[in-house]
Nanobody, 126 residues
């Protein structure tokens, strides 16, 4: 079973950047397809980005495409989310998720993931 810990959240002005990290322990990360989700107060948890086991396939929600970049370093057992040109509507708790798979694809639905981190807060001021 894998344990996930997010870090890198904080308060940033609109137009700024943050880099989130998701560190995995307990199992090697290369066994898992990974994703980032976010949840704003009073809203459903929504998909942000996903990455395949090898990192060769990625997917983004329309709201972050072109501004966010998901990546992973399996040797370091860590996944990243580089967030640029941040907007106030990006304010949310950000969660990393993992799903063990033998395939090479990605998952974009939250119910497809079994393992979740505790979340890190991102606040973008206008």
């Amino acid at each position: 079973q894998v344990q996930l810990v997010e870090s890198g959240g904080g308060l940033v002005q609109a137009g700024g950047s943050l880099r989130l990290s998701c560190a995995a322990s307990g199992r090697t990360l290369s066994r898992y397809t990974m994703g980032w989700f976010r949840q704003a107060p009073g809203k459903e948890r929504e998909f942000v980005a996903a990455i395949s086991r090898s990192g060769g396939i990625t997917s983004y929600s329309d709201s972050v495409k072109g501004r966010f970049t998901i990546s992973r370093d399996n040797a370091k057992n860590t996944m990243y989310l580089q967030m640029n040109s941040l907007k106030p509507e990006d304010t949310a708790a950000y969660y990393c998720a993992a799903q063990e798979t033998t395939g090479w694809g990605i998952y974009v639905r939250k119910d497809e993931y079994d393992y979740w981190g505790q979340g890190t807060q991102v606040t973008v001021s206008s």
